[in-house]
């Protein structure tokens, strides 16, 4: 039941260009995730941006697409694995074209606040609004 919500966003999502269509389906792929972590009882924190500037949001993405690695690591779940393989595939492809960009000034990942699942991923949306509105 949960692969018909993607299905119906890749029709949607057909007539937009390649890199906001590609954003789009991680903002499914996030939502799909934060729902089957309702059933899990992962207490993790995870680094979190939660008020990243404009010209901070690749490194913010990248901050992000690794601390979505203990996700996979607290959750053993093959569901929520094979969704964060292909949401990570998916943002790295986007960001493939600002991969020598550098961006000054903004936190390193370790330097954020420590944050619970559902805030890291309520956050997570919000950056990848980012790229979407810009791109």
């Known amino acids: ?35 089957l972590l309702q059933s899990s009882h992962i207490d993790a924190t995870l680094y979190t941006e ?23 690591h607290e959750s053993k779940n093959a569901a929520i694995y094979e969704i964060i393989e292909n949401l990570t595939m998916l943002a790295n492809s986007s960001l493939s074209s600002m991969e020598n960009k550098t961006e000054l000034g903004c936190k390193e990942c370790e330097e954020l606040e420590e944050k619970n699942i559902k805030e890291f991923l309520k956050s997570f949306v919000h950056i990848v609004q980012m790229f979407i509105n810009t791109s």
Request: aromatic fraction near 8%; hydrophobic fraction near 40%; include cysteine.
């Open 50 to 72: 939660s008020d990243a500037h404009p010209n901070c949001k690749v490194t913010a993405m990248r901050c992000f697409l690794l601390e979505l690695r203990v996700i996979l």
């Open 1 to 35: 039941m949960l692969w018909g919500t993607t299905d119906l966003c890749s029709c949607i999502s057909a007539g937009l260009p390649e890199t906001e269509a590609n954003w789009q389906y991680v903002i499914n792929d996030l939502k799909t995730v934060e729902y």
